[in-house]
């Protein structure tokens, strides 16, 4: 069994930051892209970063330039920070691993989510 556990989340004014951390457990063997995405009220899943296994990074087009991922292999943690936070930046965010378990077959893990509210 995989879980996904994020933590962050929270309350921020409209400029300010936020650190956002997910981390994997349990039987894994090896984990390849790490990822977080959002979903705002009334709107689609949306790409917010990714990043390899080797540090390759792909972000969407609305936190290019204010969002950084990075990720710590050892630990199976990705982390998403967060600058000039904006309202519209309100959601759900999700992290998103593709984990290859012990014994198994490569396969994409979700996380429950946790809310970001930022404030104008």
């Known amino acids: 069994q995989v879980q996904l556990v994020e933590s962050g989340g929270g309350l921020v004014q409209a400029g300010g930051s936020l650190r956002l951390s997910c981390a994997a457990s349990?039987?894994?063997?090896?984990?390849?892209?790490m990822g977080w995405y959002r979903q705002a009220p009334g709107k689609q899943r949306e790409l917010v970063a990714t990043?390899?296994?080797?540090?390759?990074?792909n972000y969407g087009d609305s936190v290019k330039g204010r969002i950084t991922i990075s990720r710590d292999n050892a630990k199976n943690t990705v982390y998403l920070q967060m600058n000039s936070l904006k309202p519209e930046d309100t959601a759900v965010y999700y992290c998103?691993?593709?984990?290859?378990?012990?014994?198994?077959?490569?396969?994409?893990?979700w996380g429950e989510g946790t809310l970001v509210t930022v404030s104008s």
């Open positions: 349990g039987s894994i063997f090896s984990i390849n892209v």
């Open positions: 990043i390899s296994k080797g540090d390759n990074t």
């Open positions: 998103n691993a593709e984990v290859t378990p012990r014994g198994g077959y490569r396969m994409a893990y």
